[in-house]
T-cell receptor
Framework: TQLLEQSPQFLSIQEGENLTVYCNSS?????LQWYRQEPGEGPVLLVT?????EVKKLKRLTFQFGDARKDSSLHITAAQPGDTGLYLC???????????FGKGTLLTVNP | GAGVSQSPSNKVTEKGKDVELRCDPI?????LYWYRQSLGQGLEFLIY????????KSGLPSDRFSAERTGGSVSTLTIQRTQQEDSAVYLC????????????FGPGTRLTVT
């Protein structure tokens, strides 16, 4: 079983602060996705990273895939209350269709 | 709407009753997934349908769980003789096809077994 460990599990910060969320595994994934989930909603895909060392930016969000494709990070610059939500990483092993999810990081950005 | 829809949004049932959860995938999506999200846990894979292929049922936790997909579109997840540990949010997702795109999730059905 391929596991994804996310840290921290909970994060409460003030508006304007920066933060980083980590997603680590001992297994290699062919791709890794980051989702954001709000209460009462399903996860919404933010980004997919495929190549080891890849960095993708989505406005104030920066996503990085580790060189060995075993880990990833999400960095948010100047967090805003609208960034509040559950951030989930999910990995796709090889050509398998079963996404393996981490337990998520619950982010609260206080105004 | 263009997204994945699920019904009901909330379901409260008594222990031992059967429940049916429905999923309407995005039109044209041939792949359909069911996941379960329990409090404090990540999403747990339950079952996968792809076109006319036999479904991958390897994630179903017990034989009380079953799912079907009629006409390659709507899917129903059935839980028989519900137990309190079945309480969770059941999420359905669909994608255009395996390996070509990533799944889009519905809002989920929150199941509470009392």
């Amino acid at each position: 079983t391929q596991l994804l460990e996310q840290s921290p599990q909970f994060l409460s910060i003030q508006e304007g602060e920066n933060l980083t969320v980590y997603c680590n595994s001992s297994s290699v994934f062919s791709s890794l996705q980051w989702y954001r989930q709000e209460p009462g909603e399903g996860p919404v895909l933010l980004v997919t990273v495929v190549t080891g060392g890849e960095v993708k930016k989505l406005k104030r969000l920066t996503f990085q895939f580790g060189d060995a494709r075993k880990d990833s990070s999400l960095h948010i610059t100047a967090a805003q209350p609208g960034d509040t939500g559950l951030y989930l990483c999910a990995g796709l092993p090889g050509s398998n269709y079963k996404l393996t999810f981490g337990k998520g990081t619950l982010l609260t950005v206080n105004p | 709407g263009a997204g994945v829809s699920q019904s009901p949004s909330n379901k409260v049932t008594e222990k031992g009753k059967d429940v049916e959860l429905r999923c309407d995938p995005i039109s044209g999506h041939t792949a359909l997934y069911w996941y379960r999200q329990s409090l404090g846990q990540g999403l747990e894979f339950l079952i996968y349908f792809q076109g006319n292929s036999a479904p991958d049922k390897s994630g179903l936790p017990s034989d009380r769980f079953s799912a079907e997909r009629t006409g390659g579109s709507v899917s129903t997840l059935t839980i028989q003789r519900t137990q309190q540990e079945d309480s969770a949010v059941y999420l359905c997702a669909s994608s255009y096809r395996q390996g070509a795109s990533y799944p889009y999730f519905g809002p989920g059905t929150r199941l509470t077994v009392t």
